[in-house]
C-alpha cells in the first residue's frame, strides 16, 4: 500500500451489532481497513450493542490508556430469574415470583450497589484464574470463586419497570435501567446481585453502551457504515478528547522525542496520562508526571 492511501492512524468508533464479540469487530475491521493493525479497548459481551473503541496503526498504543476509563450502559434488568452467566445467554437456572416487590424495594436494592462497591464478576467472564479463563472452568463443571474486587458505580438509574410474563409463566418485572461505571465493572453482576438482594433473582436482558470515556454512542457508526466510508478519528483530536493536553516548544519536543524526561508543569502532578504536543499540533507522546519528569507511557511523534 502507497503512503498517500495508507489508513491514517487513529479511533474508529464502532457501534457494535448484537451477537459479534469484540474479536469478531476487529477481525472485521482488519479487512475494511485493510491493516493487521487493529485493537479494541475494553471488550463487549456478544449480547451487548454499542460503543467499541478500536484503534488502528500507531493508535493501537493509546487502547490500554482508554481502556481504563469510564463507562456508560442503558440495559433491561429481568427481575424473577437467574441465569447460569447472569445474562439472556445463558439457560434460566430459577425462577420466582417477582410480581410483589416494589419500586421502594427496587431503589434501596439499587442504592445498596450505588458508589465504591466490591464485586464478584460473572463466573462466565474472561477473567483469569490462576491463568484459566473463569468462563472455561465455568464450561468444565468445575467449582470454583472468583475474589471480589472494586469497582466504582458512579450513577445507577431505573427510567422503567414493566410487569412481565416469562416464557415458563413466571411473573416477573424488566427494569430499564442507566449505569454510569468504571472500568471492570460487570452490568451482568449488577442485575445478578440485584435479584439477589431482592430475593427474587435477576438476569441482563439486553445492554446497550453508550459511552466510553468521551466517545458517544452519536459519533459511531455501524459495521456496514464503515464498509461503506472508514471513519477514523485522527490520533491527535483522539488524544486531546481523552486526556490533558501539554503543548511543548520545538526544544523541548525535539528533547522529548529524544528519550529526555522533562520538567512537568504542575497542574499535571498525579493526573494521569498527559498528551503531548510539539508546535505544529502534532501528538507526540502520552507522559505522565513521576517526580516532577515526564516519564513516557507511549510515543508517537
Known amino acids: 500500500m502507497t503512503q498517500k492511501n495508507r489508513t491514517p492512524d487513529g479511533l474508529v468508533i464502532v457501534d457494535k451489532p448484537s451477537g459479534f464479540t469484540s474479536h469478531d469487530v476487529v477481525a472485521k475491521m482488519r479487512g475494511i481497513a485493510r491493516t493487521r493493525r487493529v485493537g479494541h479497548a475494553g471488550t463487549l459481551d456478544p449480547m451487548a450493542t454499542g460503543v467499541l473503541v478500536l484503534g488502528v496503526e500507531k493508535a493501537t498504543k493509546l487502547l490500554g490508556h482508554l481502556a481504563l476509563t469510564e463507562k456508560e450502559y442503558l440495559g433491561t434488568i429481568r427481575l424473577g430469574q437467574t441465569t447460569l452467566t447472569d445474562d439472556a445467554e445463558g439457560e434460566i437456572t430459577g425462577s420466582a415470583d417477582a410480581s410483589k416487590v416494589t419500586r421502594e424495594a427496587v431503589d434501596a436494592g439499587i442504592a445498596k450497589l450505588t458508589g465504591h462497591i466490591m464485586q464478584v464478576p460473572s463466573k ?145 502532578a498525579g493526573g494521569g496520562p498527559v498528551a503531548v504536543f510539539d508546535p505544529e499540533g502534532t501528538f507526540l507522546a502520552l507522559v505522565e508526571e513521576q517526580k516532577g519528569k515526564a516519564k513516557s507511557l507511549a510515543v508517537f511523534g
Open 124 to 268: 462466565v467472564s474472561a477473567i483469569k484464574i490462576d491463568g484459566v479463563r473463569s468462563y472455561k472452568r465455568a464450561r468444565e463443571g468445575e467449582e470454583f470463586e472468583i475474589p471480589a474486587r472494586p469497582v466504582t458505580v458512579s450513577s445507577f438509574a431505573v427510567y422503567d419497570i414493566r410487569d412481565a410474563v416469562a416464557e415458563n409463566g413466571t411473573p416477573v418485572l424488566d427494569l430499564v435501567v442507566s449505569v454510569v461505571c468504571s472500568s471492570g465493572t460487570y452490568i451482568r453482576a449488577l442485575a445478578r446481585d440485584l435479584g439477589a438482594d431482592l430475593g427474587v433473582g435477576g438476569h441482563l436482558t439486553a445492554l446497550r453502551r453508550t459511552r466510553v470515556g468521551p466517545y458517544k454512542l452519536d459519533s459511531a457508526k455501524t459495521l456496514d457504515q464503515l464498509q461503506q466510508e472508514l471513519a477514523v478519528m485522527p490520533i491527535a483530536d483522539a488524544a486531546t478528547a481523552a486526556f490533558p493536553r501539554w503543548d511543548v516548544d520545538a526544544k523541548r519536543a525535539r528533547l522529548l522525542t529524544n528519550g529526555v524526561r522533562l520538567e512537568m508543569p504542575d497542574v499535571y
